[in-house]
């Protein structure tokens, strides 16, 4: 059953999921949707990497995205500039840096387009194991440290007055980050694997009105978005990425009509 | 009556400095079991930042603090909550600690929000949200209260309630509590002792003696020793804060 391309996509994309629902309603509370995005930016810079030193491709990338987080906090502290700034300088400098290193390294083919917006050809068995077991390692740690980080996320000064421990927390959940763009970009591709984030975490938003809920429902619009998204790809043949976020947008409008209706029953 | 273990926490010419300017500095008292210190002074004069040397928020602060408890409630000075957040009261209760439902029901009925139990954060008014803070506060019985201007955002009758619910909370709790104001009238009839600071310790004692004090005046005028005389207004009936009308 593995052997089918179709059902490793899917298999994949499930496990995905699941992991984003939750890291993606932490981004979004957060605010850390351009951190993301940066680091995901980062990630090309990590394949290239991986391409020309033989290295896996999920353990560089998730290096080099861990590397521009410190960067960054690095550079927040020593520097003037806003954070979006630096957060846009990161993210653009080492997708040129990533796109010239490709440049150099005539010797590999590269399919950049799978790159940038997800294969569904290119998931192999290899993956699913880095998928499932990563991704089972990054829902453990969010387990052991989510009360400090929703704590904090509520209010850094009150989760400090009573004694959790809220740097360490948000340091923890930077490296989640890291490693769930690492274990995604295969299927999700780079440009896209904010929306898998943010998309469905913003149709939960709209359609509950506790966390718990929206953790949940947001992993239920990651799984539909997989679902509809991978079929459609088979279908017609578009890339997985995009296919994916395209029908995470599908129930996020959708979720908007819900939003009008509980207006109108309101009034 | 100050016995050694009565003492939650003692803070030793304690001051903190950021980037080569002293916050505050030279600040000492003791905050008692039972007991209520207020904090008073200007913008800028350090207040907050006292009360976070005291809740140990600082690492390399001059001076020395002692905490003698871990239980510590803190109601900060500005708090905002996204909407982003889909919170409701009650998962605000118990963001940090499992608290029974009787715990949570009793501390948010105390300071007269137990209605908003079932709201979302985001639709409190100022003064709601105050109270929620509050009652989230006591609801872990704590042994030291830290209250930074527990009462901005609650109106005028609202405010004197709350200064009671605190001098109430202090006796039955009997926990020590250290208060942040500039709020000279209501302040003064609810504590056990003032620290006027402007960057150091003007002056501290007594209300009484703090209001005679030569610099206090200098610093908030003459009319702020009147205040002394805290405005009394005899209603026959109440406002609860869910709109009911309760006769004395």
Redesign the interface.
């Known amino acids: 059953m593995l052997d089918d391309f179709f059902i490793r996509a899917l298999i994949a994309g499930i496990g995905i999921a699941l992991v984003t629902g939750p890291l993606g309603c932490f981004v ?2 957060r ?1 850390l949707s351009y951190f993301g995005d940066t680091l995901a930016h980062s990630a090309l810079l990590g394949v290239t990497i991986a391409y020309s030193m033989e290295l896996n491709i999920a353990v560089s990338i998730f290096l080099i995205s861990s590397l521009i987080a410190l960067i960054l906090i690095h550079l927040q502290r020593k520097t003037n500039l806003p954070s979006d700034a630096l957060l846009g300088l990161l993210a653009h400098s080492s997708l040129a840096v990533g796109l010239v290193v490709i440049g150099f390294l005539t010797f590999i083919r590269f399919d950049i387009m799978g790159l940038l917006f997800g294969d569904i050809l290119a998931v192999d068995k290899n993956d699913l194991i880095i998928i499932w077991f990563g991704g089972g390692l990054i829902l453990l740690v969010l387990k052991f440290i989510w ?1 400090p980080l ?2 904090s ?3 850094y ?8 421990n809220p740097d360490r927390a948000k340091a923890i959940f930077t490296i989640l980050l890291a490693a769930i763009i690492a274990i995604s970009i295969k299927l999700v591709g780079v440009l896209l694997i904010t929306g898998m984030l943010i998309i469905p975490t913003a149709m939960a ?1 709209n359609i ?4 718990q ?2 953790v949940v429902f947001s992993i239920i619009g990651g799984l539909l978005s997989v679902f509809i998204g991978l079929f459609s790809s088979l279908e017609f043949n578009t890339p997985s990425g995009p296919s994916i976020i395209t029908a995470a947008l599908l129930l996020f409008i959708i979720s908007l009509l819900k939003i009008k209706q509980t207006i109108q029953l309101k009034n | 009556m100050s016995t050694e273990n009565n003492i939650l926490v003692k803070l030793d010419n304690a001051g903190y400095k950021q980037d080569n300017k002293w916050l505050v500095e030279g600040v000492s008292f003791t905050v008692e079991k039972g007991k209520i210190v207020t904090l008073i002074g200007p913008n800028g004069s350090g207040k907050s930042t006292t009360a976070k040397i005291a809740l140990g928020f600082y690492k390399g602060i001059e001076g020395q603090v002692e905490k003698f408890t871990n239980k510590i409630g803190y109601v900060p000075q500005k708090i905002s909550i996204d909407w982003t957040l889909p919170l409701r009261v009650n998962d605000f209760m118990l963001l940090t600690d499992k608290l029974s439902d009787d715990v949570v029901d009793e501390a948010l009925k105390s300071t007269g929000v137990y209605h908003l139990k079932n709201k979302n954060l985001g639709n409190l008014s100022g003064g709601e949200f105050q109270r929620v803070l509050l009652a989230r506060a006591i609801s872990k019985k704590p042994e030291l209260l830290v209250l930074d201007e527990p009462v901005q955002g609650v109106d005028f009758t609202g405010e004197i309630e709350m200064y009671e619910l605190i001098k109430k909370i202090s006796a039955n709790l009997n926990c020590g509590i250290l208060l942040i104001s500039h709020d000279l009238h209501t302040v003064m009839s609810a504590t056990d002792y003032v620290v006027c600071l402007n960057g150091h310790v003007c002056c501290c004692g007594s209300p009484t003696e703090v209001a005679f004090n030569k610099e206090y005046k200098a610093l908030f005028g003459e009319q702020a020793s009147k205040t002394l005389t805290i405005y009394e207004h005899k209603h026959d009936h109440v406002h609860t804060t869910d709109g009911e009308i309760k006769k004395n």
């Open positions: 979004v509370w605010r009360k929703f704590a996320t509520v209010n000064e009150l989760a400090e007055a009573e004694g959790l938003r509950s009105n506790t966390p809920k929206m």
